[in-house]
């Protein structure tokens, strides 16, 4: 078989490859998007929750201040029962009294920070909601994965098998060019002829539409066995056999 053939062979076998792969690989990223987005609101659910176990933490905190500060001044006013002057009685009230308004001040602290760990409650059950909702598009997501490796798996072992075969009868240097080739253009390795006045012999790549100078085309026509390229793109060049039998018979 030409080199030429072998080549378009490959990039037959290429292309159908690359397909496969794409409708695999859709669901796979498709995959990765939602595993992404449970990551960052299970990570978002663990820190709302710290938040409010710190929060009720603070709260107990200073219900726990305001609590001593109530006993001491139950016991102030004990002892105040007992004061026999006025001077002793004065600094115990006034002691007394600036108890009482810690203890106002902590309470009110404790209602805001109650305030603020309740905010902060709700926002995490919502985020739970949408970790729940979010389990359930990931599970759907495998299942499409495992569904396509199912459906086309053999089709890809297969066709990959046969593209070894193909790309082993290519030089190491053609193929190496074909593979950058196919990275570049993502998988558009071949530019076929296409014609557009067969009367003044114009041509052009079907890969970048480019004019072709006619020497590419006849080297193309009368050396099967040599590999072209087009002088914009660097595509290898391709020419179909009913186009071949056209301008052979001219």
């Keep these: 078989m030409p080199l030429q053939d072998q080549l378009y062979d490959l990039f037959l076998l290429d292309q159908q490859v690359r397909g496969l792969r794409t409708r695999l690989d859709a669901a796979t ?3 990765g998007a939602q595993s992404n987005k449970l990551d960052q609101l299970r990570q978002q659910q663990t820190e709302l929750s ?4 710190h929060g009720q933490a603070e709260v107990s905190s200073l219900e726990h201040e305001a609590s001593d500060l109530d006993e001491r001044v139950k016991k102030l006013r004990e002892q ?3 004061v026999r002057n006025n001077k002793e009685y004065s600094a115990m009230l006034v002691e007394v009294n600036t108890f009482k308004d810690e203890k106002g001040k902590l309470e009110d602290q404790a209602l805001e920070k109650m305030g603020e760990v309740d905010a902060t409650g ?3 059950a919502e985020v739970q909601a949408q970790v729940t909702d979010q389990v359930k598009l990931v599970e759907l997501a495998q299942a499409e994965v495992q569904s396509s490796k199912d459906e086309v798996g053999d089709q890809l072992a ?3 098998a046969k593209r070894e075969i193909a790309a082993d009868q290519i030089p190491s240097d053609r193929l190496a060019q074909f593979e950058r080739l196919a990275d570049n253009y993502d998988g558009e390795t071949l530019g076929e002829i296409e ?3 067969r009367r003044r012999r114009e041509y052009t790549c079907g890969g970048c539409y480019m004019e ?3 020497e590419r085309v006849n080297a193309l026509m009368m050396k099967p066995d040599e590999l072209v390229t087009c002088p914009s793109c660097n595509r290898f060049l391709y020419i179909k056999q009913e186009l071949k039998a056209e301008i052979g018979a001219k």
């Design 29 to 31: 990223r498709r995959l």
């Design 158 to 160: 297969d066709a990959t």
């Design 195 to 197: 014609e557009q006045d």
């Design 122 to 124: 709700q926002r995490l």
């Design 50 to 53: 710290d938040q409010v176990k």
């Design 80 to 82: 105040m029962n007992n």
């Design 212 to 214: 072709l100078p006619i």
